[in-house]
């Protein structure tokens, strides 16, 4: 079995978040486990380019991987490089995994896979929401849906990675298959963290790329309604015209001196996400969330929308709080927390390390993707 990765991006462009982390978890467990796989990707890094040399092949972190030259800096990701190479190699692929859609490197990818006959996996990433759908550029989303990338969907296999995404996609698609399988998460080895030292101020923690549909207003103009002692850490990076506005709001809220702005954060995000009493992600849309997995894994309770991917997971393990994406819910849950739940963080703290560890093993979950792809290959030979 010889399969192909395609993403827009890929690491070391850590700048576009959970994505690239888990895409290139997938590629990295399926070379362990023997597969033969190989990685189509651009030189994006945000807007500027990685310090790779352009069509070079390289070999990133055991994957074979090629860094194709793209002509366009934003999010269209165009690569014509990639799609000629792609048109003259495909054949030799059983399988073409695509990762994210709306970018020309995905639309363009998988019309040329459905000429040439080669099975196409999508994995939208949460691009294919209603929120996707009604967030920025509608109508050139809507008219390449209807008169072009419907009819790829369609005749395409499905990975979603939580049941939000698939009652999404299953609304107003009908494509060959979905499998829901979860996103790998990279966590540290497994320890028995120690105890937070003990702070009169709830350690509040936001922790995620910096964008709207992350609703990091929502948290911010909850927080002058708090009740007791707290301060807010945001860790991420975003578009700065977009953080000033947040920070405006923090200013004429009268928040600001209490919140720490600790921007990007990498090698150390588990000791971020470990010495904080409580992670908060009210998104408007997310189909899974990577650091909400990261963040209980270190013992960080959680709260997050019911919006996010991970919720039904959360509530069934009772790992968490779920709330609304406004800011009524928000500040209701807080206060109930603070003043009301602290017991509940503690118990948390002791019981969420083991339960993910459990549950998000590498080597069974590289098991069921390896299930997934034979599959397929199975239902076309047939």
């Given at each position: 079995?010889?399969?192909?990765?395609?993403?827009?991006?890929?690491?070391?462009?850590?700048?576009?978040?959970?994505?690239?982390?888990?895409?290139?978890?997938?590629?990295?467990?399926?070379?362990?486990?023997?597969?033969?796989?190989?990685?189509?990707?651009?030189?994006?890094?945000?807007?500027?380019?990685?310090?790779?040399?352009?069509?070079?092949?390289?070999?990133?972190?055991?994957?074979?991987?090629?860094?194709?030259?793209?002509?366009?800096?934003?999010?269209?990701?165009?690569?014509?490089?990639?799609?000629?190479?792609?048109?003259?190699?495909?054949?030799?692929?059983?399988?073409?995994?695509?990762?994210?859609?709306?970018?020309?490197?995905?639309?363009?990818?998988?019309?040329?896979?459905?000429?040439?006959?080669?099975?196409?996996?999508?994995?939208?990433?949460?691009?294919?929401?209603?929120?996707?759908?009604?967030?920025?550029?509608?109508?050139?989303?809507?008219?390449?849906?209807?008169?072009?990338?419907?009819?790829?969907?369609?005749?395409?296999?499905?990975?979603?990675?939580?049941?939000?995404?698939?009652?999404?996609?299953?609304?107003?698609?009908?494509?060959?298959?979905?499998?829901?399988?979860?996103?790998?998460?990279?966590?540290?080895?497994?320890?028995?963290?120690?105890?937070?030292?003990?702070?009169?101020?709830?350690?509040?923690?936001?922790?995620?790329?910096?964008?709207?549909?992350?609703?990091?207003?929502?948290?911010?103009?909850?927080?002058?309604?708090?009740?007791?002692?707290?301060?807010?850490?945001?860790?991420?990076?975003?578009?700065?015209?977009?953080?000033?506005?947040?920070?405006?709001?923090?200013?004429?809220?009268?928040?600001?001196?209490?919140?720490?702005?600790?921007?990007?954060?990498?090698?150390?995000?588990?000791?971020?996400?470990?010495?904080?009493?409580?992670?908060?992600?009210?998104?408007?849309d997310e189909n899974f969330g990577n650091a909400v997995?990261?963040?209980?894994?270190?013992?960080?309770?959680?709260?997050?929308?019911?919006?996010?991917?991970?919720?039904?997971?959360?509530?069934?393990?009772?790992?968490?709080?779920?709330?609304?994406?406004?800011?009524?819910?928000?500040?209701?849950?807080?206060?109930?927390?603070?003043?009301?739940?602290?017991?509940?963080?503690?118990?948390?703290?002791?019981?969420?390390?083991?339960?993910?560890?459990?549950?998000?093993?590498?080597?069974?979950?590289?098991?069921?993707?390896?299930?997934?792809?034979?599959?397929?290959?199975?239902?076309?030979?047939?």
């Amino acid at each position: 079995m010889k399969i192909l990765q395609i993403c827009a991006a890929y690491k070391p462009a850590y700048v576009y978040g959970g994505p690239t982390m888990s895409v290139s978890m997938l590629s990295e467990q399926l070379v362990k486990a023997g597969i033969d796989v190989e990685v189509y990707t651009t030189t994006a890094n945000g807007k500027t380019e990685l310090d790779i040399l352009p069509n070079s092949t390289l070999k990133t972190d055991g994957v074979t991987t090629t860094y194709f030259k793209r002509l366009t800096k934003d999010h269209s990701h165009f690569s014509p490089a990639l799609l000629t190479s792609l048109w003259r190699n495909i054949k030799k692929f059983d399988l073409v995994h695509i990762h994210a859609w709306w970018n020309l490197v995905s639309l363009f990818s998988a019309t040329i896979a459905i000429i040439k006959g080669v099975p196409i996996i999508i994995s939208p990433r949460g691009t294919l929401s209603s929120y996707s759908f009604q967030n920025k550029n509608i109508g050139p989303k809507w008219a390449i849906h209807t008169f072009w990338g419907k009819v790829l969907l369609n005749k395409s296999y499905f990975h979603v990675t939580s049941e939000l995404e698939k009652k999404a996609i299953s609304s107003f698609l009908n494509p060959l298959s979905i499998c829901l399988l979860p996103n790998f998460v990279k966590l540290p080895l497994f320890k028995v963290w120690e105890n937070n030292k003990h702070s009169e101020k709830l350690r509040l923690l936001f922790f995620s790329r910096i964008e709207q549909k992350k609703g990091l207003e929502i948290l911010i103009n909850a927080l002058n309604g708090i009740k007791f002692p707290y301060h807010l850490y945001i860790a991420g990076s975003g578009e700065s015209d977009y953080i000033n506005t947040l920070k405006s709001i923090a200013i004429n809220t009268n928040v600001a001196n209490n919140i720490t702005w600790l921007g990007f954060q990498n090698e150390n995000k588990f000791d971020v996400l470990h010495n904080h009493d409580l992670f908060i992600l009210p998104s408007y849309d997310e189909n899974f969330g990577n650091a909400v997995i990261e963040s209980l894994a270190v013992g960080t309770p959680v709260l997050i929308s019911d919006k996010v991917g991970l919720a039904d997971y959360v509530e069934k393990n009772d790992l968490g709080w779920i709330c609304k994406n406004n800011v009524q819910s928000v500040l209701e849950i807080i206060n109930e927390i603070g003043t009301n739940q602290k017991d509940k963080l503690k118990i948390i703290r002791e019981k969420a390390p083991k339960i993910i560890y459990d549950d998000f093993l590498e080597d069974s979950l590289v098991k069921k993707y390896i299930d997934f792809y034979t599959n397929i290959l199975q239902s076309n030979h047939n």
